[in-house]
């Protein structure tokens, strides 16, 4: 536990670690050979046809969930082991912390592991006026920066060095890791030497006209009328009205299918301003960065049913809220159905997976294109790019293995099994795993947690070169199911140089 309880009139507080205070003469017994309760989640997103609001809140999960595991390697290999800490995924509204195991056992005793939880969806995330006179919006962020803050002050008690903290995170978890990049505009001194944003999911951030729109959803789908019975209520009914909160905002066209509704939000504190913005004007942490995302990231959150012309712009419409309908249109010319057709992806292994193995329109894959590049890949460019201009290690890698889809790279990283190949299952379609592929992204994490650079020592022949991301060569990694090589920056084009210059990313 690094955090006290948040609950009732604490919620929406900013986290008070737990070791802020003393403890009480009755120390309570922790049992810390089980899994506390994770934190409470909307793990059926309203855009899911036949989702249902989360009527009960879980036996395992509690507002009671700022917690960490920490992995230690039972033969460490020093007495000042570099650490790597995870943060879970989720779109900011689900999620759990991974399994550390096979990385831990493939670093032979080099590395610390630890995986945090904060607090998600309308718990973590919910933001306006009269949230922001009495506590704070942005709670999770600020749950990630004081778990880090814990991890600096004890991890020494576990052989951890303190100096040699990496943060890493996949999807929400990559978002997070850069949104603590950005974190208070970068001013104060990070918890962190180094960082990993894998998949970085930056979801659209609005203004306040909005955000106070949604904190009226909130207040009128559980039939309250201020902050106070919002503090009444039982999480169960809070999480449940969420829920119903976003149902309505998706059918009024104030958010669209494939994004999550909840999360971090422009507060002129711990978030100053958008993430491109601050990036592109030196407003973040400079640290070294590796940052990947996989080859198709946008199939996931692109509904099969849109078909038209008008679906597409109504939908990027409700994506975008008050960005000008000619500058829609701008995008999607950068997308001409000449290319971006069912033809592009005909050949997918992902697409029967997802789609049951019907056609799909030209208007659906324009859509995944555009939510891919706007929401996870151009932010990856943005990232290593700031990186490299404030004189900066960068490196970057596109994954096109496995399923090839959103957080691909999770099952070849985590897993309890120390000899899992990355094997994984979308609907009832089986993706085999490669043990090698599985070895060597593990050994480039490890490698730059230990010495800020991909490459191990001891490079083999399993093991790829992965050159350093400059502005003469804009070299990435390429990982494929059987080859990777180095390539030049798919990212680095007209696309993203547009879409980097909307008004909510």
């Known amino acids: 536990m690094h955090c006290r309880l948040h609950t009732g009139e604490q919620r929406w507080r900013k986290p008070e670690p737990v ?59 020093s007495t000042r082991l570099p650490v790597l800490v995870n943060i879970h995924g989720g779109g900011y509204v689900a999620g759990v912390p991974v399994e550390g195991d096979a990385f831990v056992h493939q ?50 008690y576990f052989g951890g060095d303190p100096d040699k903290v990496t943060i890493m995170g996949g999807s929400a978890g990559g978002g997070s890791v850069s949104m603590q990049m950005l974190l208070h505009g970068g001013r104060q001194a990070p918890p962190f030497r180094a960082a990993i944003p894998e998949y970085a999911w930056w979801s659209p951030m609005y203004n306040r006209t909005w955000v ?90 692109t509904s099969v049913s849109l078909s038209t012309h008008e679906q597409l712009f109504a939908d990027l419409k409700a994506m975008w809220q008050a960005i000008p309908h000619s500058v829609t249109e701008k995008v999607v010319d950068l997308y001409p159905t000449s290319v971006y057709n069912g033809s592009l992806i005909k050949s997918a292994g992902w ?80 993706f085999g795993g490669i043990a090698t592929l599985a070895y060597a992204l593990r050994e480039h994490v490890a490698a730059f947690t230990i010495n800020l650079d991909p490459n191990p020592a001891n490079l083999s022949t399993s093991v790829a070169y992965w050159p350093e991301f400059t502005n003469q060569g804009r070299q990435i990694l390429h990982m494929q199911d059987d080859q990777t090589r180095v390539a030049y920056d798919f990212d680095s084009n007209e696309q993203c140089s547009i879409l980097g210059s909307l008004s909510t990313i």
């Open 351 to 430: 697409l029967k997976a997802l789609t049951g193995g019907f056609d799909v329109s030209a208007p659906y894959v324009q859509r995944q294109a555009i939510f891919g590049a706007s929401v996870v890949d151009c932010p990856s460019t943005t990232i290593v790019q700031a990186s490299i201009d404030t004189g900066q290690k960068a490196f970057k890698m596109v994954f096109e293995a496995g399923t090839q889809l959103h957080g691909a790279t999770a099952s070849y990283l985590w897993s309890k099994d120390i000899s899992f190949d990355g094997a994984s299952t979308l609907g009832t379609t089986s």
């Open 212 to 301: 106070s729109k949604q904190y009226q959803r909130v207040l009128e789908s559980s039939s309250c009328a201020s902050l106070s019975c919002l503090h009444g209520l039982s999480a169960a009914a809070l999480n449940n009205a969420a829920w119903r909160a976003w149902k309505t905002a998706l059918n009024e066209a104030e958010t669209v299918y494939g994004l999550f509704y909840y999360g971090p939000t422009i507060d002129n504190d711990a978030v100053m301003d958008l993430p491109a913005r601050q990036f592109k004007a030196g407003n973040f942490t400079k640290v070294p960065v590796l940052v990947d995302r996989d080859m198709c990231e946008g199939p996931y959150f």
């Open 19 to 77: 070791d802020s205070k003393p403890w009480p003469a009755q120390k309570p017994i922790i049992d810390a050979t089980v899994s506390g309760p994770r934190c409470i989640a909307i793990d059926n997103s309203p855009w899911i046809s036949g989702s249902t609001a989360p009527n009960n809140t879980a036996s395992y999960e509690s507002e009671d969930c700022l917690l960490l595991n920490v992995l230690v390697p039972s033969q460490p290999a």
């Open 107 to 156: 670093a032979q005793g080099q590395i610390i592991f630890v995986a945090i939880q904060y607090r998600l969806g309308v718990f973590g995330f919910l933001a306006g006026d009269e949230i922001q006179a009495s506590g704070v919006a942005n709670a999770g962020l600020l749950d990630q920066r004081e778990a880090l803050n814990w991890t600096q002050r004890n991890i020494h």
